[in-house]
C-alpha cells in the first residue's frame, strides 16, 4: 500500500483496542479495502466467542472448532460484497447461526448424548468442577454437576429459534436488539420467543431451581 494511503490496520490497533477506536465495521471495510492485518484482528477478537457459541450448538470440541473456523472463512469470501449497513457482530454472528443450524440438522441422528467436560467452567461460578472447593461439599458438587447438564440437556431439546435466542442471550450476553437482527426478528417477537423458552425451562427445571 502507498504510503499516501490509508493507515494499515496493524498501526491502527491500539486505537481500535481502545474505547474511541475504530468500529468493527469500519475494520472491516479494512478487510474489503485488501488490509490482511485487520482481518486477523477481527479473528483474534471474535474467535474465542464464536468457538463457545458454536460449542453451545454443535456440544463438540472439534466441531465447535470446525465451524469457527468456517465462519471467518466465510467473512473473509465475503469481504468485497460487505456493507457497514448493520452492526459487525450481527452479520458475523448471522452467518455463524445459519452454519449452526446446517450443522445441526445435517448431525442430528449422529450427535451423542450430551455430556458435560468436568473441564468446562461452571457458568455461574467460572469454576471447573473438578477443582477443589473449600466452601462447597462433595455432595453439592455433585448437585451443581447435576444441575448443570440438566440445564445443557434442556436447553439443547428446546425449538432451534428458541435454542439460539437463549445461547445468544445467556451465554453471549446479547441484547435483545441484537438477537432481533441476528434472527430477522422484531424486538417484540424476540422477547417473546425467550419468554417461552425461558418458561419452559423453568417448568422443566422446577427440581433445580
Do not use: C
Not at 490496520?9 to 472491516?28: C, H, N
Not at 471474535?46 to 457459541?53: H, I, K
Amino acid at each position: 500500500m502507498a504510503a499516501t494511503g490509508p493507515r494499515s490496520a496493524s498501526s491502527l490497533q491500539p486505537a481500535m483496542a481502545g474505547s474511541e477506536g475504530f468500529t468493527d465495521a469500519e475494520v472491516m471495510l479494512r478487510v474489503k479495502a485488501g488490509d490482511q492485518s485487520a482481518f486477523d484482528y477481527l479473528v483474534r477478537k471474535y474467535r474465542r466467542p464464536l468457538v463457545s457459541f458454536m460449542y453451545r450448538m454443535a456440544r463438540n470440541t472439534t466441531a465447535a472448532e470446525d465451524l469457527a473456523q468456517e465462519v471467518f472463512l466465510r467473512v473473509y469470501r465475503s469481504r468485497q460484497t460487505y456493507e457497514a449497513s448493520a452492526k459487525f457482530t450481527t452479520w458475523l454472528y448471522r452467518i455463524a447461526t445459519n452454519l449452526a443450524v446446517n450443522h445441526a440438522r445435517d448431525t442430528r441422528h449422529e450427535r451423542p448424548e450430551v455430556m458435560v467436560s468436568l473441564d468446562e467452567p461452571d457458568e455461574e461460578t467460572g469454576t471447573t468442577m473438578d477443582l477443589a472447593d473449600g466452601n462447597i461439599t462433595a455432595e453439592e458438587a455433585i448437585v451443581r454437576r447435576e444441575r448443570l447438564t440438566a440445564i445443557r440437556r434442556k436447553v439443547e431439546a428446546l425449538p432451534e429459534r428458541q435454542k439460539l435466542a437463549v445461547v445468544m442471550h445467556k451465554y453471549q450476553q446479547m441484547d435483545y436488539k441484537q438477537i432481533a437482527d441476528v434472527l430477522k426478528l422484531s424486538e417484540s417477537a424476540t422477547k417473546s420467543l425467550l419468554f417461552r423458552a425461558y418458561e419452559t425451562l423453568r417448568e422443566q427445571l422446577k427440581e433445580f431451581i
